[in-house]
Structure formats: structure tokens, C-alpha cells
């Protein structure tokens, strides 16, 4: 997601890299990088100017280098890392701040009307929000309103069915109407939250917006919900603004972020409109709803990785306090072979290896060829499967004779092994660096500052 913006950015970085002080040439240099990256990604030209204005009205006369005094010692920051960290702020202000949180209703089912074109992922989103809502422990009801199209309402049911959520669907009844007695129906089925998904167009028209002018009048739901393509990046925008004039919308749901490289839409929709965007839509299957977060997109598109994010994952599938545990020893960048180890295992349960690889920074930094596909996962597993437990927990007692010793062991050249060990010793570098970060570790949720 977002490679072009991205690679804008790290270019960026590199131009930077070694410089003692951040000089109006420079920052030029680097914004003109970052200029093109952004409109290459189909940000709005508009939103694109104002954010290298601000970036450049900030970093120019920078500070050469400061010291920062941290419960651990002196860091020193360089002029790259103050770049770095003004383009993240300003990314987070540009996306952010952001509150995720729907409206509930006190006196009746709340309601979540589901807006978007044809081909949105309208319908998916509602099944994921069904889905979302199930695990908070509330009864949904779903309710087909996009009449004009059977296989919209034969999809939802089909939703409704995977989750064991009632779908109301009724023939002859005009969608105001159909919504209208969709609350009758919650009553009876003790639903307290009524997701309508709407009829969509391939375009907005005058006939569509009207219809969805009296649905909102029939049923004032309490959250109305833009679904938005981020493949379609500018005009993504163009839609949101027309939608959210006629009908007032409380927030948007992006989808399609899995798949896109360009993914404009991120970052100008809320600057545009001045909406927030509430989820992202991050693949097909039911699960991939993801919580918006400015800061760890921020993060993503800087290439430093989702670290906020990656602990969220790691919580929900090891038991918390090892996870803790696990974070709170990563960062410090103590950890050993076997630590590296269960970390690519629990990264390989997680899912799209490709997508954790992205939030997981150091991957990112990797060198070539060492992409961490499966076979290389499992080539890895059986080096350090070879090794001594103390071989794995003190890296550096691997000397010349001992890494023959694993390669043999393990079916794999010498250079595998050092090639490993090499990784392996980049990535407490980084890790630690990470860890040092000002800030960041109180950030995690759950990880007390070390
Ligand atoms: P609707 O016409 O707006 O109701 O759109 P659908 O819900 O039918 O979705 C259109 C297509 O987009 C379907 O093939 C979905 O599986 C797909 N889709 C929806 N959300 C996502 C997403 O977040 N990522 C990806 N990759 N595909 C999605």
C-alpha cells in the first residue's frame, strides 16, 4: 500500500543523509522527491502544495543538531531525522486527528446507513462492520436496501448467513419504506444496531442522492458511512464531497488499501472535506477492517513500518503479557536467535506476509534477497534449528568454526549463516534505535516505557 509515496519519501531521506545542516536547497531538493511522489499517487494537487509548503516552512533552518535527554541517556538527532519527523507530523495533522468511534442510540437501535458507488465495497463493509459489531457483543441486523440489484441482496444474505446475522430484505417496498420498517424488524429480532446498505451507482446521480436524501429523512440514523474506493484515487475525493453535501456524512470507510499503490485518496480526503476517514477496507474476507489511524499510516508511508500497529497484531495473537514481554525486549534490541526466530513464526500466523513485512520496519531495510518468502522463512528456521541453545542465545560466540559447523548442520551454505547472523544483528540495531525513539515506546499500547 502507498509504495509510490513511499519511495518519494525515502528518496527524500537519502538526499538528506549525511548533511550537518538542513539548508533551503536541500529541503527543496528533497520536497521536489516528495512533490512527485504525491501527485504520482494521485494526492489532490491542492492538498500537495499546502503540505510541502508547510513541510518546508518548518524544516528550513532547523535545528543543525540537538540533543535529546531521555530517561536513557543523550540522543542525538540529526538534521534527516528532524526532516523525517516534521513530514510526519505533518502527515498525521493531514489524515488526522481522527476519532473512530461511531454514535450510538440510547432509546433504539443505532443505526449505520452504508452509502458509496456501485463497486465500493459497500456491501462488504457492511458485512465487516456486522462482523465488528458481533465481537463487541451487539445484534446486529442487516438490512438489503439496494433494491435495483438482486445480487446485492442475495450477497448480503450470504454475509448475514457467515455471521449468523438476520438480513431484512422485502420485495415491493421502495428503499425509504423497506428502511423505514427495518426498525420494526430490530425490534422483533432484539437487534441494537440496523446496518443499511444502500443502492449504489457507477456515478453519482440526482435520483440515487434523492432516494438517499429520504432514506436518512425515513430513518435518521445515528452514523452515515461513505465507502470509498482508494483505487480511484482523485476522483475518490470528487465523490466524497458530492456525497457528503447532500447528506451530511458522519465519516468514511476506505477500502481496497490492500491493493493499491497509490492510494492518494488516504491522504487527501480529510483535508478535502474535512471528514474523517473512520476504517480501511484491507482485503476481501470479513476480518480485514482495520481501525483508521493517522499516525500509523503516518509511519507507513515514512517507511519506518507500523510499529503501533504490528504490537496490535502480536496482541491479539499471542497471550498479552508475552507479548508485552516480547515488545519490551525487541525494542530494547536485547533479544536472541530464538527471539528472531519466534518472531518470524508468529509474523508468518499473521496472515498476508507481504502486508506485516511493510509494518514490520526493519524488513523494509532489508537488503535484496532476503524477502522472507516462505521458503526462506522455513530456510532460516532450519539454521538456527542447527545452532546450540547457547549459539542462539549469544550470537556472537558463532565464529568461523561453529558457522561450518551450523551450515553443515543445516544443509545450507556458510554464506546463508552469516547472511542470517547479518540480519539478525541489523535488526537489533534498528530495533533498538526504535526503542529509542522519544515517545514512542509509551505509545504502545500496553508497553510501559523502558
Ligand atoms: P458494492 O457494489 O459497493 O456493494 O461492492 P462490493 O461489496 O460488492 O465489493 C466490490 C468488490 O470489491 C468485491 O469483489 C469485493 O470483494 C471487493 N472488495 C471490497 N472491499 C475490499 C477491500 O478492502 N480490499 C479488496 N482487495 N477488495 C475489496
Known amino acids: 500500500m502507498l509504495e509510490t509515496v513511499a ?36 494526492v489532490a494537487f491542492d492538498v ?9 516552512e518548518k524544516a528550513v533552518g532547523e535545528v543543525v543538531e540537538t540533543k535529546v535527554k531521555t530517561e ?9 531525522d528532524h526532516f523525517i519527523k516534521i513530514c510526519h507530523d505533518e502527515l498525521e495533522a493531514l489524515m488526522g486527528p481522527v476519532d473512530t468511534s461511531l454514535k450510538t442510540n440510547s432509546k433504539r437501535p443505532t443505526g449505520v446507513m452504508m452509502v458509496g458507488l456501485q463497486g465500493s465495497g459497500k456491501t462488504t ?32 444474505k450470504v454475509l448475514g448467513a457467515q455471521l449468523g446475522v438476520p438480513v431484512y430484505s422485502e420485495e415491493g417496498l421502495k428503499p425509504p419504506e423497506l428502511c423505514k420498517k427495518a426498525q420494526d424488524v430490530a425490534f422483533r429480532e432484539k437487534a441494537n444496531v440496523i446496518l443499511y446498505d444502500t443502492a449504489g ?42 456525497f457528503d453535501r447532500r447528506l451530511a456524512i458522519d465519516g468514511f470507510i476506505l477500502t481496497k488499501l490492500d491493493g493499491d499503490a497509490r492510494g492518494g485518496a488516504a491522504l487527501s480526503i480529510k483535508e478535502i472535506t474535512g471528514k474523517p476517514i473512520k476504517f480501511l477496507g484491507m482485503g476481501e474476507s470479513l476480518d480485514r477492517l482495520e481501525e483508521f489511524r493517522p499516525e500509523g499510516l503516518a509511519s507507513r508511508i515514512l517507511g519506518f513500518g507500523d510499529i503501533v500497529g504490528l504490537m496490535k497484531d502480536f496482541e491479539q495473537h499471542v497471550d498479552e503479557d508475552q507479548a508485552k514481554k516480547d515488545a519490551e525486549k ?22 498476508p506476509l507481504g502486508e506485516l513485512m511493510e509494518k514490520f520496519p526493519l524488513f523494509g531495510e532489508l537488503p535484496e534477497g532476503f524477502q522472507f518468502d516462505d521458503k526462506q522463512l522455513t530456510r532460516i528456521v532450519a539454521i538456527v534449528d542447527s545452532m546450540t541453545r547457547t549459539e542462539r542465545q549469544r550470537p556472537d560466540t558463532l565464529n568461523d568454526a561453529r558457522i561450518r559447523r551450523v551450515a553443515k548442520g543445516s544443509g545450507r551454505d556458510e554464506k546463508d549463516v552469516r547472511d542470517l547472523l547479518k540480519q539478525y544483528n541489523a535488526m537489533r540495531a534498528v530495533m533498538r534505535q526504535i526503542g529509542d525513539a522519544p515517545g514512542l515506546l509509551s505509545r504502545l499500547p500496553g508497553v510501559k516505557q523502558l
Open 7 to 42: 519511495k518519494g519519501f525515502k528518496a527524500a531521506r537519502n538526499k538528506l543523509k549525511g548533511r550537518t545542516e538542513i539548508t533551503a536547497d536541500a529541503v527543496d531538493d528533497a520536497l521536489r522527491d516528495i512533490r512527485v511522489a504525491l501527485l504520482e499517487a494521485d
Open 48 to 56: 500537495v502544495k499546502r503540505f510541502v509548503a508547510r513541510v518546508r
Open 72 to 80: 536513557k541517556g543523550t540522543l542525538k538527532v540529526t538534521p534527516q
Open 125 to 156: 463493509t457492511t458485512g465487516k462492520l456486522a462482523s465488528r459489531f458481533l465481537k463487541e457483543g451487539k445484534k446486529p441486523l442487516l438490512v438489503a436496501a439496494d433494491i435495483y440489484r438482486p445480487a446485492a441482496v442475495e450477497q448480503l
Open 201 to 242: 451507482r457507477l456515478a453519482i446521480d440526482e435520483p440515487l442522492m434523492e432516494e438517499l436524501e429520504q432514506i436518512k429523512a425515513a430513518v435518521a440514523p445515528d452514523n452515515i458511512l461513505l465507502v470509498c474506493d482508494a483505487m480511484i484515487g482523485q476522483d475518490a475525493v470528487k465523490t466524497a464531497s458530492e
Open 330 to 351: 525487541i525494542l530494547s534490541g536485547d533479544f536472541s536467535l530464538d527471539d528472531f526466530v519466534n518472531q518470524i513464526r508468529l509474523v508468518r500466523k499473521m496472515g
